[in-house]
């Protein structure tokens, strides 16, 4: 890896107290220091994203914080997406604000929301308590990231089953296999991305 440290957002599809997947998030992020990233956290709940709604578009365009998500991934060399299930599905939280994303169009010297994703590197993680660990949210969210957003979605993703029992008191993934794919995982990205990052 170059001397510069990768940069790497790490997003979360829940923000609730004690979600799973931002322990996840966290633990992943802490994998990807050791591995030379420098890491930043962006609370997809914070940015308070209204439900996207085409009258509220209309009436009063698209809210700041899309913006505020599309600067975020614009200054950094990838992305980490940790996904939980819901009814197989990624998260509302996730959705929405992606979609509201998409609805950003370019403007003076600034890109659309779609041309910041495009040819963006991210990881994929999933997080449930149940057996599966989310996996199929995860790969309906390949599908859409892929398809919508042009993202670079690398390979290697790791679904936590079990996912309430999986971390110590410290945050760290208690067995080594989990962390082993979830490194795994991170590496990738990181690969990707120090491969298409433009030199300083
Ligand atoms: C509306 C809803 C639907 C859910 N559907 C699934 C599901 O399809 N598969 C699954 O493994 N867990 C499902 N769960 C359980 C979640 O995996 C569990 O609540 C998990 O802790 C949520 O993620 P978080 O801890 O990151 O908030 C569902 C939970 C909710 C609230």
Same mark, same amino acid.
């Given at each position: =890896? ?66 505020? *998500? ?10 980490? *997406? ?12 996730? &959705? ?35 057996? &599966? ?13 892929? =398809? ?53």
């Amino acid at each position: =890896m170059s001397a510069t440290p990768l940069r790497l957002l790490c997003l979360a599809g829940s923000a609730r107290n004690g979600a799973l997947s931002v322990r996840l998030r966290d633990a992943a992020a802490r994998i990807a220091e050791t591995l030379g990233a420098q890491t930043e956290v962006l609370d997809l709940r914070a940015l308070q994203l209204p439900l996207y709604d085409g009258d509220h578009e209309a009436a009063h365009g698209v809210p700041d914080a899309a913006r505020q *998500l599309r600067d975020a991934i614009a200054a950094h060399d990838a992305v980490l *997406l940790v996904t939980p299930e819901y009814n197989g599905f990624p998260t509302p939280l996730v &959705i929405n604000a992606f979609d509201w994303l998409s609805r950003l169009p370019a403007g003076q010297g600034t890109l659309s929301g779609v041309n910041v994703t495009a040819n963006k590197p991210v990881a994929l993680l999933s997080s449930s308590p149940g057996a &599966i660990g989310g996996l199929r949210a995860m790969n309906y969210l390949r599908q859409y990231l892929q =398809m919508a957003f042009g993202m670079l979605v690398v390979p290697r993703q790791h679904a936590l089953s079990h996912a309430h029992e999986a971390f110590d008191a410290q945050g760290s993934l208690k067995d080594e296999k989990a962390e082993q794919a979830v490194r795994s995982v991170m590496q990738g990205l990181l690969r990707v991305a120090a491969a298409l990052r433009t030199p300083a």
